[in-house]
């Protein structure tokens, strides 16, 4: 874990704000993406970003934006912040080696709650 | 639509035994399939990926299999130990997000002591 590393790891927000969490890795990969998770739903791909010109929506990308600032950083964003994006929220890496088989790194996670 | 399905129940099992766990997928077939460990309150770790042309994988005390025509992988932690008590995840690509990884809800296992 200590090669990703997440910002806040914890949060609790009103409704209605902007909220924004951080990522960084040094791990040197291009790959990196953002996930949620909620019980019993498993982790469910919001962003993604194969270089720091690429960014791409996932399966639940409504009301969330990203940007990588840099090859090592890639933050997430909730504009306005609703109770039902309450989860967990995991950045995770990969390398580019070989295409899609590649593993992913991930970090220690972010438990935000929305109020 | 594409789904991915594991063990809804948790595994209880006793130390020493073999835990078995299921990743069912329907409507697709994927090219390879990931497996991870997650324990709680952290990030999910890589274990093993199997390739469609691998019928079994196998790391230490853990043993992978891939049915292509079932349709189905199994997990198997052999001479289970209390420290193999975590959550663990298939993830297989799903074609609805461009053959991004997709992750099953997780079966937790329990190994007493």
């Known amino acids: 874990d200590a090669d990703v590393t997440q910002t806040p790891r914890n949060r609790i927000t009103k409704t209605g704000k902007r909220i924004m969490l951080e990522c960084s890795q040094t791990?040197?990969?291009?790959?990196m993406y953002w996930y949620r998770q909620d019980p019993g739903l498993g982790l469910r791909l919001i962003y993604y970003s194969f270089d720091v010109k690429d960014i791409n929506k996932g399966e639940i990308s409504d009301g969330y934006s990203v940007s990588r600032q840099a090859q090592a950083k890639f933050s997430l964003s909730l504009e306005s912040a609703i109770p039902n994006q309450t989860a967990l929220y995991f950045c995770a890496t990969s390398d580019n080696r070989g295409h899609v088989y590649n593993e992913q790194f991930f970090g220690p996670g972010t438990r935000l709650t929305v109020l | 639509s594409q789904k991915i399905e594991q063990n809804s129940e948790a595994l209880n099992i006793q130390e020493g035994k073999t835990a078995t766990l299921t990743c069912n997928y329907t409507n697709y077939s994927p090219a390879y399939l990931q497996w991870y460990r997650q324990d709680p309150g952290r990030g999910p770790v890589f274990l093993l990926l199997i390739r469609e042309n691998e019928k079994e994988k196998r790391k230490e005390r853990l043993k992978v299999t891939f049915d292509t025509t079932l349709k189905q992988s199994l997990f198997h932690i052999t001479a289970s130990q209390p420290a193999d008590s975590a959550t663990y995840l298939c993830a297989p690509p799903n074609p609805v997000n461009d053959y991004k990884l997709s992750f099953g809800a997780g079966t937790t296992v329990t190994v007493r002591a």
């Open positions: 791990k040197g990969h291009d790959r």
